[in-house]
């Protein structure tokens, strides 16, 4: 029974629930998505440059 009630609850509190707008959602979406892009390029040249850098001191100049 306890699970039913939470059940109506939780439907009645998303009728409160303010939605954006489409264009500030796909805003928002394209936002996400630049700077997760430009986290993985930094992570990849970061990446990349300590690799350079471990390998040339293990192996020698």
């Known amino acids: ?3 039913l ?3 109506s609850q ?3 509190e ?3 629930v303010v939605w954006p707008d ?3 959602a796909i805003a928002h979406t394209v936002l996400v ?3 997760g892009a430009l986290v993985a390029v ?3 040249l970061l990446d990349a ?3 350079y850098g471990v390998e040339t001191f293990i192996l020698g100049f």
């Open 5 to 7: 009630t939470y059940l």
């Open 33 to 35: 998505i630049v700077i």
């Open 22 to 24: 489409t264009r500030t």
């Open 10 to 12: 939780v439907r009645a």
């Open 14 to 16: 998303m009728k409160h």
């Open 49 to 51: 440059g300590f690799t």
């Open 42 to 44: 930094i992570i990849a």
């Open 1 to 3: 029974m306890k699970f």
